[in-house]
């Protein structure tokens, strides 16, 4: 899927659907949601969310039980599950996307930079991680999972109403 | 004050000085937190903090209390305070920075386009808040903030500890 502003569909399909969202972000520290809020409309549906970048801020901001982050780290499937599910909760949102990874330059928790796990909470409390592997330095794995997250999300949302959100 | 990059001068003075950094953002949806996660070595001072993008999130999310939102609003110096203050808490961090304001193109109950109070805690608990007026679009006024809200934390750091936060 491509797209010149996968924010301003996701913003767009949420308007028509008359949901809102939320973000947990962990190796973009907030790309997401500036990218969201670019939009004009965003405050319509979008509530907010964490910037849970150290790993015990997932924990004390997103909600992530420290259980999770010892057996998993805070790069795994369970992490970015948990950071959606915790942060779509503390909102009282109907979506929530989660993005946990390395950006680089250096490894962390034995994970190789671009190894990047996003979260993608649904209503009705359906929760799943998809894995991916960006190439490229760190503010290039930023972007990529700024946008992998984007359309994710807008994918769910065409699944769900596909009568609603369309592309523009 | 001018600087070609006042996050990284920020996370340098932080890193110097030993201690850490939380954000707690409105009008800018999360592009504090993304320029200070930009630069390499982030992680090492700055904690994370939360998107208080609708009204009601500044309460969940920011710990702002209730009252204060109902007495002044959400673009205030009290919102602001209470934000930075907020996040200084739930994170644990030594500083907090907050920004809330409008972004436009409409007003916001009451408030012009361009209204920005920013927020800062610092260590020991002192909190303060300054007025912006930013001229241009949304685009322009974020932006405006952004660079604003890293200023000021640098100015404060630099009165701080002058030795250590010297300017790159």
Redesign the interface.
């Known amino acids: 899927m491509t797209s010149s502003d996968p924010a301003a569909e996701v913003i767009a399909a949420l308007a028509a659907s008359g949901q809102s969202l939320a ?1 947990a ?10 990218a ?3 939009v ?1 409309g ?2 319509a549906v ?9 790993t ?2 997932k924990t ?2 997103a909600g992530v039980p420290s259980e999770v982050l010892d057996a998993h780290g805070p790069v795994s499937a369970q992490a970015a599950v948990a950071m959606a599910n915790g942060v779509r909760i ?3 949102a109907d979506w929530a996307i989660a993005a946990t990874g390395v ?3 250096d490894p962390q928790d034995g994970h190789q930079p671009g190894e990047v796990w996003l979260g993608l909470a649904e209503p009705g409390g359906v929760v799943r991680a998809t894995r991916h592997h960006f190439a490229g330095d ?2 290039a794995v ?1 972007t990529a999972t700024t946008t992998a997250a984007l359309e994710l999300l807008f994918g769910a949302l065409e699944r769900e109403s596909p009568h609603s959100a369309t592309r523009s």
């Open positions: 973000t972000e962990s190796l973009t520290g907030g790309m997401i949601g500036a969201l809020t670019a004009p965003a405050s979008y509530l907010g969310g964490v910037v849970a970048y150290a015990p801020q004390r901001l503390e909102t009282g950006a680089g330059p760190r503010a930023r």
